[in-house]
């Protein structure tokens, strides 16, 4: 009976297997750079190998929020995953699996005062890095940006922006798409990596100290995950990144490059901190600073920033109302402990 409870953690790793994929390789897919089954197989890959090897921070702040029950835990995963999969199915918004996470343990942890939830300690934390998530990826491009475009600038490959030569001949665009590929891969393959390092908790963090160890939690995560990329995540990046690499900015293979690899910084740098974050705050930011960077800020830009940011604002709301509704009625009208 009691592996009945881990069926939500399954559901919330499908839930972030699913949308997670268009922040990493969605460029890649878009351009057809790559075709979707290598880009599933290098994400899974990659997820696992992230999760074991750091993913375990992430899993001991998450579990530290609460002393969670069988019914708090199933409800915390299942109100998440539902809310990821309503704003980036319905909305085509890249929602935040740690938003939705945590403000349904908050919601469980306001029906729940004066028990053994440790909001007040650690959430102030995790809201921080909402703001310092995006800011950190807006800061980092700003200094790769033109680092590596004077990189390839030098090489010959490249206009002093970084983009392809039109006016160079085929031998040098050759070589600009052959160097460029392979660091969208290579980007592409890190950001999984720290996805599975940071996000991991997400997935089974409310499960850990209670129903799982540590490497039960990792791998029930870290594969439910990867059932998400291999089922459905192809259909949700089709949706977001006509948000996110179209509507925002229009990203070029450049662009997406530096883009995935400021997002892989700021989410490896929290996955040693232990604390989860969103890669579509990580994203949105990249791609935001490489728009300022080059002065494509425009109307559509900031329609989809709006949009984009409401998403994030109703993310945990939304989690905090459903997760506190459900569990409220469960607790006190039906009694389930």
């Known amino acids: 009976m009691q592996y009945f409870w881990l069926l939500s953690g399954l559901y919330m790793g499908w839930s972030l297997g699913v949308n997670d994929p268009s922040h ?88 729940n005062l004066g028990s053994s939830y440790k909001l007040p300690h650690i959430v102030p934390h995790m809201m921080a890095s909402w703001i310092l998530t995006p800011v950190g990826c807006i800061i980092i491009t700003f200094i790769i940006y033109p680092l590596f475009a004077k990189i390839f600038n030098k090489m010959g490959i490249a206009t002093p922006d970084g983009e392809m030569d039109t006016k160079a001949d085929a031998a040098h665009q050759k070589r600009y798409n052959t160097i460029l590929n392979a660091g969208v891969i290579l980007a592409g393959c ?14 089974t963090g409310v499960y850990y100290g209670t129903l799982l160890n540590a490497n039960g939690a990792i791998w029930l995560g870290a594969l439910s995950i990867c059932l998400g990329v291999l089922t459905y995540g192809r259909q949700i990046t089709d949706k977001v990144m006509k948000t996110v690499g179209k509507e925002l900015v229009e990203l070029t293979k450049f662009g997406s490059f530096l883009a995935v690899i400021s997002m892989a910084i700021v989410m490896q740098i929290y996955a040693v901190v232990g604390i989860p974050v969103s890669s579509a705050m990580a994203l949105v930011g990249g791609t935001l600073a490489i728009g300022i960077f080059r002065r494509q800020i425009n109307k559509t830009s900031l329609r989809a920033l709006r949009r984009t940011i409401l998403g994030w604002i109703f993310t945990p709301i939304m989690g905090f109302v459903l997760s506190y509704v459900i569990y409220f009625v469960l607790k006190n009208f039906l009694h389930f402990a």
């Open 24 to 111: 990493i390789f969605g460029t890649a897919y878009i351009t057809n750079m790559l075709k979707w089954k290598t880009i599933a197989t290098l994400l899974c890959v990659f997820i696992i190998i992230g999760a074991l090897l750091q993913g375990k921070a992430g899993l001991e702040t998450l579990g530290s929020l609460s002393k969670q029950t069988n019914l708090s835990a199933f409800i915390s995963a299942f109100v998440a995953a539902t809310t990821v999969l309503i704003m980036a199915g319905k909305f085509s918004l890249p929602a935040s699996t740690s938003q939705a996470m945590l403000g349904a343990i908050i919601g469980i942890g306001v029906v």
């Open 190 to 203: 890190y950001g999984a990596y720290a996805l599975g390092a940071n996000n991991l908790a997400n997935v």
